[in-house]
């Protein structure tokens, strides 16, 4: 993920933390055309509100989705990386982020 995907990231989730009380954090897929799509999950692993889709190349103050994904909405076989972004890890086992990554990711991270 580059500085440009990463700072995108912490300012969605630092937004979702304050506007979302049901999510304990948010899942991200960044696709190899650099756009990133993003959802905040609950403590189930179930989704907790709408996914967002993010170009983190903009044109002056605009923010388009590239037109790859404008085609075909990022697809699951452009994922590059995979991560979930937890709001509170210290509350949760090892064991219960490893359970929640699985089951929102439905074992099709790449690199599994």
């Not at 630092?14 to 897929?29: C, F, S």
């Not at 905040?40 to 692993?45: A, T, Y």
């Not at 989704?47 to 044109?59: K, M, Y």
Request: with cysteine.
């Amino acid at each position: 993920m580059n500085e440009k995907q990463q700072n995108t990231v912490e300012k969605f989730a630092a937004h979702i933390k304050h506007t979302n009380p049901k999510a304990i954090g948010v899942a991200y897929l960044v696709l190899g055309c650099g756009c990133v799509q993003s959802g905040p999950f609950d403590e189930n692993g179930d989704q907790a509100g709408p996914i967002e889709h993010f170009l983190t190349q903009s044109d002056g103050d605009s923010i388009k989705i590239c037109p790859e994904c404008m085609k075909d909405g990022g697809p699951p076989e452009r994922v590059t990386e995979s991560l979930l972004l937890f709001f509170d890890p210290e509350s949760l086992t090892n064991n219960q982020r490893e359970w929640l990554c699985n089951k929102i990711f439905s074992e099709t991270r790449p690199g599994s």
